[in-house]
């Protein structure tokens, strides 16, 4: 009860009160499951074992969550107002933790939450959401205004109040965001990229709106054989018409390498390379950004990736040329794209899909990214706050700080793709990253079918709150 005083505000209180015995029981019967299973809990017991508290959430009109705050603020301050202000239809969420990191993890996200990763050039902001699944989002000045319109129009129906709430998604000025749908590990040629290309390409056709620009992070095919080049051919060319820029295509260890290993020089094959555009760096100047294209698979034998000295100083050189003849690039943040994960796995490292089973790990020796120190540190000193890869077939997302040689650590991420094409019965993956070219912030979004055509459903958002807040 002196719990539920702490965290809950209310002038009913046996509201309170119902609360607090319906997280008191929710909390006893998970650790009871816990305690009689020797192994994380399954989805569905949770699911029973918050049943109650659940329905107690769900008895409200209006909903009201502060979100992409780094620290206490007006945001805070301003929801706090907002649950003294309130009446019995509308609950506000105020989240404790503020531990100052730049980044905000949010799994298997509500619809109404998505609404925030589209939207990174308006945090910290307030998200509102209806009790019927309507939502927006608005950056904390305007979220005074919307309270008090949203609250006045309580005693409406659902259907004038989900209308007014829709409104506040149409903004006057839309403000400019690039967003790149990253894929990754294709395979063409296997057998399962012939199963669920077709699910996979009908998906993008659906969703070719939602995207400005396609990454595709190595492994286009799953040997250096004509047909496997066909097949990704004919993909390549319908994203291609699907997509006003021509796709960015990075090389993986099974583009250039017999069944994706070498051994020495035997195993290496470039007949179908010279169709692809692999120069090094890309300027994107709708998106604001440059990418640099790494070959990961330019050295290490079997399906180890190495980038060597040589390979990163020839990047740095022509970057530093296109500098020179586009001046404008000088404050584009930069990209890295590569097949390989540059941080280690650790053995007990989670998932971003947490149904998907690790079949790679125990056997990181043979897939890792030599020396991939020297890879890090050159994007620390180089300033490139963001790296995209593939090459595990899981989806996956790290932070880390890398030493810098003349100045403070810098924080570089890793955002992985799993297998888009679901290759050994994996799930198929992408991620939709989302650019606001004004302000360092960017959001990370990961779906995943289960490989049977279900649906593609969002398992986490990653929301980078930049440097500047
Ligand atoms: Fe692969």
């Known amino acids: 009860m002196e719990q539920a005083d702490k965290f809950l505000i209310s002038s009913n209180r046996a509201f309170i ?14 650790q009871d499951d816990q305690a009689s299973h020797d192994r994380p809990l399954q989805a569905s ?141 294709l395979h063409f040629g296997h057998r399962d990229a012939l199963d669920r290309e077709a699910y996979l390409e009908t998906h993008l056709m659906e969703i070719q709106g939602d995207f400005d620009r396609v990454v595709i992070t190595g492994d286009l095919f799953d040997d250096t054989r004509e047909e496997d080049y066909r097949g990704f051919f004919r993909f390549w060319s319908a994203l291609q018409r699907a997509s006003s820029k021509e796709p960015i295509l990075v090389l993986g260890n099974h583009d250039q390498r017999t069944f994706g290993n070498k051994l020495a020089t035997l195993g290496e094959d470039y007949r179908f390379l010279q169709h692809l555009d692999l120069s090094p760096v890309v300027i994107d100047g709708d998106l604001q950004c440059t990418f640099l294209r790494f070959n990961s698979s330019e050295g290490g034998n079997f399906a180890r990736g190495n980038i060597s000295q040589n390979q990163l100083r020839d990047v740095g050189t022509l970057l530093d040329i296109k500098r020179k003849h586009h001046p404008e690039i000088a404050d584009y943040p930069k990209i890295a794209l590569l097949h390989h994960h540059p941080y280690p796995y650790a053995p007990e490292e989670k998932p971003v899909d947490r149904r998907s089973s690790s079949w790679f790990r125990g056997r990181e020796s043979l897939v890792e990214l030599e020396d991939s120190e020297s890879f890090l540190r050159w994007c620390a000193n180089r300033d490139v706050p963001l790296v995209m890869h593939g090459h595990k077939h899981e989806s996956r997302y790290r932070a880390e700080f890398i030493d810098r040689t003349h100045s403070a650590p810098r924080e570089i991420t890793a955002v992985g793709c799993g297998t888009s094409m679901g290759i050994g019965g994996r799930p198929q993956t992408y991620n939709l990253i989302t650019w606001t070219p004004d302000s360092e912030r960017w959001s990370a979004q990961f779906f995943s079918d289960p490989g049977d055509g279900s649906g593609f459903h969002e398992d986490k958002i990653v929301l980078y709150r930049g440097v500047s807040l």
């Open 17 to 30: 009160h119902l609360f607090s015995i319906y997280a008191r029981e929710s909390s006893q019967r998970l």
């Open 45 to 185: 017991q949770v699911k029973r074992a918050l049943a109650d508290l659940r329905g107690a959430f769900q008895s409200f009109d209006l909903y009201l969550m502060p979100v992409g705050r780094q620290a206490p603020g007006r945001a805070d301050a301003f929801a706090e107002w907002a649950a003294h202000a309130t009446s019995s239809k509308v609950l506000v969420l105020l989240p404790t933790s503020h531990n100052g990191t730049k980044t905000l993890d949010i799994f298997d996200p509500a619809p109404p939450v998505q609404e925030v990763a589209k939207q990174p050039d308006n945090w910290p902001g307030m998200l509102f959401w209806l009790g019927t699944g309507e939502a927006t989002f608005a950056p904390i000045q305007q979220a005074e205004a919307i309270f008090i319109r949203l609250k006045e129009m309580l005693e409406s129906d659902a259907k004038t109040l989900a209308t007014a709430i829709n409104d506040y998604n149409r903004p006057a000025v839309q403000e400019r965001r690039g967003r790149i749908l990253h894929l990754s590990d």
